[in-house]
């Protein structure tokens, strides 16, 4: 086995075809082809399924994947490893955030960074925060900020701040008395919201049942975008731990309204609790917290409270 397996195989994995990974990579394509013959040949398991829509990987193939793809981003990050030892701050570093919080904070941060820290190279990753906490246990991400109802011992934290639950419609709906909105007359309204498993629904569903009511529900997402599609639509309004629309588009929500009694979600930065940080991402963690306590606290974001 050798890094051209490895370097290939997740290239395939990613592009979800050989034809399509061949013209990423500008490797022929019969080439890649037999490569991952051999590899498969070595290994003596089949790695991926083929079919006419493109391939996908086996369950060998998905562990395959995840081993494979840490391994090469710690490959890439050994000359920022190297220099981490004489103290300069370079290299790449990967970071997740919530598209709830991406939309608003990473153009800000960019430029931060690169006045800060020049040589860095940011790659930003966006999903939900099961997606990038999983991305950081897999070591295919440096950093990421993640909401969490409970707390995982596979990845190390730092608590940052705290974010109550607003109800979000479409500037169509009906006009609300007021900043404020008892859950209990929450159960008449349709919602969309994310899947069980989703931190932020779980906290819904848990605060809708100590209050003795339930969720009327229109539709589940699978991500934020199209939850909130359907809210721009008038289909059904939604519930977020975010006071503040300004990301999105202003003109097509009406003003968010804090839900009462409050119940929150912490925003936390995660990283490996396996390996160490460079000292590029150690600058960019630092960078970040500062940034973010800067954002909270000085811009008084709706329904967020500092902890870090």
Not at 213 to 227: D, F, K, R, T
Request: a neutral charge.
């Amino acid at each position: 086995m050798q890094y051209r397996h490895l370097y290939y195989f997740v290239k395939i994995v990613e592009a979800g075809s050989f034809s399509q990974a061949a013209r990423t990579i500008h490797v022929a394509q019969p080439a890649l082809s037999q490569q991952i013959g051999e590899l498969e040949a070595s290994l003596g398991v089949a790695l991926l399924h083929r079919s006419a829509r493109g391939i996908k990987p086996t369950a060998a193939g998905q562990r395959f994947y995840d081993e494979a793809s840490s391994i090469l981003r710690r490959y890439e990050n050994l000359p920022a490893l190297v220099h981490s030892k004489i103290g300069e701050i370079e290299g790449p570093v990967s970071l997740g955030m919530p598209a709830s919080l991406s939309t608003t904070l990473v153009g800000p941060f960019i430029e931060l960074c690169r006045a800060t820290h020049p040589k860095i190279t940011l790659r930003f990753v966006d999903g939900d925060s099961e997606f990038l906490r999983e991305e950081v246990e897999k070591s295919r991400l440096d950093l990421a900020l993640i909401f969490e109802d409970e707390f995982f011992p596979t990845v190390q934290r730092q608590p940052l701040f705290r974010q109550d639950h607003y109800l979000v419609r479409s500037k169509q709906s009906a006009p609300i008395a007021g900043s404020t909105i008892p859950i209990n007359e929450l159960s008449e309204i349709p919602l969309i919201l994310p899947g069980q498993s989703n931190a932020r629904r779980i906290v819904i569903d848990r605060a809708f049942a100590k209050a003795g009511i339930s969720v009327q529900l229109a539709a589940e997402a699978a991500n934020i975008s199209s939850e909130l599609s359907a809210v721009r639509s008038g289909a059904a309004s939604t519930i977020l731990n975010l006071g503040d629309m300004s990301g999105f588009s202003l003109a097509d929500f009406a003003e968010p309204v804090l839900i009462t009694p409050t119940f929150h979600l912490t925003c936390c930065l995660v990283w490996s609790n396996q390996f160490a940080l460079t000292l590029g991402a150690e600058g960019v963690k630092k960078l970040l917290i500062d940034f973010l306590r800067e954002q909270i606290e000085g811009a008084r974001k709706p329904g967020a409270v500092w902890v870090g």
